[in-house]
T-cell receptor
């Protein structure tokens, strides 16, 4: 079935370091892809999305490119800040059972230190 | 302010004592959903609703009930809670079930069943 695999965390970085969080997916069709972020004590917020191959989603300095050939949607940021410490979820939306179902990866915790 | 509101935020209760977690959205969204979040498993869908009076099971519906009598409200009911339902629960809504539509999440309800 459809699934999302993320790199395990936690990822620990110093401020201003480069961030990559890997995400790959398995899907029978052409899903939309999302990154959600969960700050401590809060719900998930949409960070960025891409709806077709080669689309690049971007927001708040984060970027991810929909790579159909490698079935990947890796999250990157050039210079992380302490305020980026959170849990990041990769997700896909796929038509299944009559509606578009959202399937999440396990989440990757990011800790950024000054 | 557009939001999804869950109550309560925290609850500790005992096995077998019926409880209800309320969820309300003010965005006139058609689609609503409940998830549970467990370490290492990401978010798993419990139930979803595509519109008023239309609900269906997600991936982990056992032990839960829902209802959708009004568009804005989607309560989650645990008729006879058990310890394996101890988890962090999220309600979410979106404008429609089109794949590119992001979901908006509440801040979560942490349930502990003793």
């Amino acid at each position: 079935g459809d699934s999302v695999t993320q790199m395990e965390g936690p990822v620990t970085l110093s401020e201003e370091a480069f961030l990559t969080i890997n995400c790959t997916y398995t899907a029978t069709g052409y899903p939309s892809l999302f990154w959600y972020v969960q700050y401590p004590g809060e719900g998930l917020q949409l960070l960025l999305k891409a709806t077709k191959a080669d689309d690049k989603g971007s927001n708040k300095g984060f970027e991810a490119t929909y790579r159909k050939e490698t079935t990947s949607f890796h999250l990157e940021k050039g210079s992380v800040q302490v305020s980026d410490s959170a849990v990041y979820f990769c997700a896909l939306s796929m038509f299944s059972g009559g509606y578009n179902k959202l399937i999440f990866g396990a989440g990757t915790r990011l800790a950024v230190h000054p | 302010e557009a939001q999804v509101t869950q109550n309560p935020r925290y609850l500790i209760t005992v096995t077998g004592k019926k409880l209800t977690v309320t969820c309300s959205q003010n965005m006139n969204h058609e689609y609503m959903s409940w998830y549970r979040q467990d370490p290492g498993l990401g978010l798993r869908q419990i139930y979803y609703s595509m519109n008023v009076e239309v609900t269906d099971k997600g991936d982990v519906p056992e032990g839960y009930k829902v209802s959708r009598k009004e568009k804005r409200n989607f309560p989650l009911i645990l008729e006879s809670p058990s310890p394996n339902q101890t988890s962090l629960y999220f309600c979410a809504s979106s404008l429609s079930t089109v794949g590119s539509q992001p979901q908006h999440f509440g801040d979560g309800t942490r349930l502990s069943i003793l």
